[in-house]
């Protein structure tokens, strides 16, 4: 009771703030919208790209009150510079009063120095540098950064075109124990309407690579375009965000803005900002300048208008629940509101300085996407580079969708260059991988974090979020970038979030099952009216991101012609990029054996993480079972799979009940029963149990949506049945005629061998891929 005082207190005093801003808010809207309208009859006249003269540069190092800075790390600059006359060293003093100029004039002849009359902050400091510099390329240090002896040449090196806007120093502390918040590998994002922004540690980037931004006191330039660009602008002093703010703009621009590992510099972090602002004062400023960010350079309206809503609902909750650093407070939207004039000016100029949209912008920095859009790639290679993401773990393969990956992993290693992308839930997993690890390209790996951030009334399926992570997604960009990827393979509708919007790399998609055909399935069974209900609100937030994610992939794989049709259904948009070339096996690695099983056993196979063999196997021992034991009271069943139920949750008949839980080789339980039973009422695709039970030559009974795509004719290639005593009376009568159970099981292996063997349903993937990238690069 008291802490909702306190709320209901605070929100009390702060009633006036919370009716105003809103009116305020909406006069920043409509200003920045008469901004855009102006905009678009301007005419834009944007000077051709040039690239920089790369063999030399100009140091420029902003400074304020920084003399032991000075003394300590120049020494290190100049040594790093030596050997080329044509660098300089340029020192711009922002009006110090511990007398740096003296000292740098005494001590330091051979470095430049551009005496400030007065404090123009970072932004304005390094502006002048850069108006000073005499080369092409201006490399932009903090007066507490050491460098290495070698850091030029790299920077240098990276500037290989006439696109390259910036290119970052690698960043380290000097103390090695410090944890590396900045390394110079900057990463940024929208969320939440608003910029996010974070540096990353990743030693496996050891060439130049994209990235959002190059921080400001530890990056080169190319001089011409950054003051094309105006260079950092005013509007964000007195300091913070200048570099951010001029990274994305050249984005937008069409330039590239990297990051050169080879570079490397350490960051003393002995600034001068704290000692004459407080951290709320910092804070205040940053809150200010992302709101400020926005309103120069989002141009897109949706991703604008998301800003001023979480910009006034989280100052709102911030009124109620205090400070973070994520959320907007009102005192920063009023300094950025006060700025609202000049915020219109620069954004009027970033319109006119901008070729891609904001989409574009924010997914160029990414490695996939910079690849596809920038890299030279041929139409017709010889060996396609496959990039298989798979949201579990692929060996041993104790579930169908494993058997279907593992097998196509290993068809894909002798006719393209394959690397595998694999989730695991535990990080022993990686153990079993190690032989497929050493026939393909490469291999990585990333354990998922144990409990997913829950999201009510998120319209995600859940599926998806589960397998939701940036750092995932950092990973696969990574990986398509450094193994120079053509093709990125993703599997499960999970994934499907993965998916690129790319113009010459292919993005293909297998649906296992249909993810909302498979929840349609499951909830025609009885659970209740809770469980009912919850089941009707996944269907239909599946329905709706299916229908939305398909269409974007180049080629979309399923099962079976059925649920190609049931696609299509929803999905005409999908014809002639629907492909059937996944769900085999390798048919020759089964022994075929009709004869010599054990006599009235039954095998139930699959793994029991999979809802619908929960759900069959119930069903089954309940009621299919009792009806079997009436007319062979010897008949037994046994349950092999992972992650079995517990022998508690199943009938109580140790004589006819066997679980033996995971096998290591299931062709070994395969070759030994007599009748494998498949009773499945819900899912979708195709059961690779069956596809494997044909190959071996064990007799099957299915329900037909068990058996959907392979089999439609009773008796034919296995037998169906739907009701509980049909299902029970086909067992027995395979039982009873084993010839007849024998001439079923060779008519199902001959077609599983002609229609569903692995390498030949391989090969025709790669064709697929091929035709993808031929239509895609011509």
Not at 298 to 306: D, K, N, Q
Not at 434 to 443: D, G, H, I, K, T
Request: net charge neutral.
């Amino acid at each position: 009771m008291k802490t909702f005082l306190i709320i209901l207190w605070r929100f009390v005093k702060a009633l006036p703030l919370v009716l105003v801003f809103p009116i305020l808010l909406a006069i920043a809207m409509a200003a920045l919208a008469l901004v855009d309208l102006t905009s678009a009859f301007r005419k834009k006249s944007l000077p051709p790209n040039q690239r920089p003269n790369n063999a030399s540069a100009s140091v420029v190092i902003p400074n304020w009150n920084g003399r032991d800075l000075l003394a300590k790390y120049i020494p290190s600059i100049i040594e790093g510079l030596a050997g080329n006359p044509n660098n300089e060293i340029i020192v711009v003093d922002n009006g110090s009063q511990d007398g740096s100029a003296e000292f740098l004039r005494e001590q330091f002849p051979s470095v430049r120095l551009l005496a400030l009359d007065r404090n123009l902050g970072f932004g304005g400091g390094s502006n002048a540098g850069f108006r000073a510099a005499k080369n092409d390329i201006v490399v932009l240090l903090n007066s507490d950064m050491r460098v290495e002896r070698d850091f030029l040449a790299p920077l240098l090196d990276a500037f290989t075109d006439e696109t390259v806007f910036s290119v970052a120093c690698q960043i380290f502390f000097s103390d090695p124990n410090k944890l590396r918040e900045e390394t110079g590998l900057t990463q940024s994002w929208w969320e939440n309407g608003s910029l996010r922004v974070r540096h990353r540690d990743d030693r496996a980037i050891q060439v130049p690579y994209p990235c959002a931004y190059g921080g400001g006191g530890s990056c080169a330039f190319d001089r011409r375009k950054f003051l094309q660009l105006g260079g950092f602008d005013k509007l964000l002093a007195p300091f913070y965000m200048e570099d951010t703010d001029v990274g994305y703009l050249a984005w937008k621009r069409g330039w590239k803005v990297l990051y050169q590992p080879r570079s490397v510099v350490y960051h003393e972090h002995r600034g001068t900002i704290g000692k004459k602002f407080s951290t709320a004062q910092i804070d205040l400023v940053l809150k200010k300048n992302f709101a400020l960010f926005s309103w120069k350079n989002i141009h897109e309206w949706p991703r604008l208008t998301s800003h001023f809503f979480f910009s006034y609902a989280g100052a709102v909750v911030t009124v109620l629940f205090g400070e973070s650093p994520e959320r907007a407070n009102f005192a920063g939207l009023w300094r950025a509101w006060k700025q609202l004039p000049s915020a219109l000016r620069s954004r009027a100029r970033a319109r006119d300085l901008a070729v891609i949209d904001d989409t574009e912008a924010f997914r160029r920095p990414m490695g996939g996407y910079f690849r596809d859009r920038f890299a030279a790639m041929r139409k017709d290679k010889e060996q396609v580079s496959v990039l298989f993401v798979s949201p579990y773990p692929i060996c041993p393969p104790i579930h169908g969708g494993g058997v279907f990956m593992y097998q196509t992993a290993l068809e894909l290693t002798r006719l393209c260059e394959l690397h595998l992308l694999i989730l695991l839930d535990y990080a022993w997993q990686r153990d079993p991988h190690e032989e497929l690890e050493r026939q393909v390209a490469s291999a990585e790996f990333l354990v998922r974090p144990e409990g997913q951030e829950k999201q009510f009334g998120s319209i995600l399926p859940h599926a998806v979020r589960e397998f939701a992570s940036q750092e995932f997604e950092w990973l696969l960009h990574r990986e398509m970038y450094l193994r120079e990827i053509d093709v990125v393979q993703l599997e499960y509708t999970a994934l499907s979030q993965y998916g690129g919007d790319y113009r010459r790399i292919g993005s293909v998609l297998f649906e296992h099952d249909i993810y909302f055909q498979s929840i349609a399935r499951g909830s025609a069974n009885p659970r209740g009216m809770i469980a009912t209900a919850k089941a009707a609100y996944e269907y239909l937030r599946a329905l709706r991101y299916e229908l939305r994610i398909l269409p974007r992939f180049d080629r979309v794989q399923v099962c079976s012609p059925e649920n190609g049709n049931y696609l299509l259904s929803f999905l005409p948009s999908l014809r002639g990029r629907l492909d059937d070339n996944r769900a085999g096996i390798a048919t020759s690695s089964y022994q075929f054996q009709p004869n010599g099983r054990e006599p009235e056993t039954m095998l139930f196979l699959g793994s029991f993480r999979h809802p619908p063999n929960q759900e069959g196997l119930n069903w089954f021992t309940r009621n299919v079972l009792p009806t079997v034991l009436e007319h062979k009271p010897k008949a037994r069943l046994v349950i092999v799979g992972s992650e079995p139920p517990p022998s508690h949750s199943l009938p109580h008949l140790p004589e006819n009940i066997e679980l033996r839980g995971f096998v290591e080789d299931v062709r070994e339980p395969l070759g030994r029963y007599a009748v494998f039973v498949c009773p499945i009422l819900s899912g979708s695709g195709m059961r690779v149990k069956l596809l494997e039970a044909f190959a071996a030559g064990i007799p099957v009974v299915s329900t037909p949506l068990g058996a959907e795509g392979l089999a439609e004719k009773d008796g034919e290639i296995c037998a169906l049945a739907e009701d509980p005593a049909v299902f029970a009376r086909k067992i027995v009568e395979l039982f009873d005629d084993p010839d007849k159970a024998g001439k079923m099981a060779c008519r199902a292996r001959e077609q599983v061998v002609a229609t569903r063997d692995m390498r030949v349903l391989t090969e025709r993937l790669v064709e697929s891929y091929r035709e993808v990238l031929k239509q895609k690069r011509s």
